[in-house]
T-cell receptor, first 111, second 112 residues
């Protein structure tokens, strides 16, 4: 079945780079997404990547996709305290409307 | 644009009561979904809709009903609330299949 896994927690110092990892199991995934959730708020779409791409860069965010290993990562350059949040990866299954979310990674940025 | 608006923000129900969680979007999005978020479990899809008049079940549909009579509104009905339905509920919408979802700010529901 479909499964998306993430590590639960990551702590970095302000100014360092953060790398949040995600693995998925479904080979029919077409789009993969990264969302950010701040306390008490809904999820905010950060970026997404199509499954035939290896990398996508958007300002401080870099997404890397290793389709062979079904591994997705989100790198945040020059991490700021405002980046502290829970980050979710999600995969869209084939041509369906179904998004499968990971359990989320809590990013804590130390000043 | 207000985006995706969910009401109420908080609700406490007694076991067996019914209620409707409201969701409205003003972006003319065709696709809408309801998710529940529970600690350690990420978000799980309850029901979704690909357009007015069309709905389908997600991963955890039992105990919930939806309808989509207009493009803007996608209410979620709890038929007979149970403590296992204590959760944070998010409604989301998007314009096309490829796009990422825009989420509402959530409804925190407690069933006692």
């Amino acid at each position: 079945g479909e499964d998306v896994e993430q590590s639960l927690f990551l702590s970095v110092r302000e100014g360092d780079s953060s790398v949040i990892n995600c693995t998925y199991t479904d080979s029919s995934s077409t789009y993969l997404y990264w969302y950010k959730q701040e306390p008490g708020a809904g999820l905010q779409l950060l970026t997404y990547i199509f499954s035939n791409m290896d990398m996508k860069q958007d300002q401080r965010l870099t997404v890397l996709l290793n389709k062979k290993d079904k591994h997705l990562s989100l790198r945040i350059a020059d991490t700021q305290t405002g980046d502290s949040a829970i980050y979710f990866c999600a995969e869209r299954l084939g041509a369906t409307n179904k998004l499968i979310f990971g359990t989320g990674t809590l990013l804590a940025v130390q000043p | 644009n207000a985006g995706v608006t969910q009401t109420p923000k908080f609700q406490v129900l007694k076991t067996g009561q019914s209620m409707t969680l409201q969701c409205a979007q003003d972006m003319n999005h065709e696709y809408m979904s309801w998710y529940r978020q529970d600690p350690g479990m990420g978000l799980r899809l309850i029901h979704y809709s690909v357009g007015a008049g069309i709905t389908d079940q997600g991963e955890v549909p039992n105990g919930y009903n939806v309808s989509r009579s207009t493009t803007e509104d996608f209410p979620l009905r709890l038929l007979s609330a149970a403590p296992s339905q204590t959760s944070v509920y998010f409604c989301a919408s998007k314009r096309s299949l490829r796009d990422g979802y825009t989420f509402g700010s959530g409804t925190r529901l407690t069933v006692v």
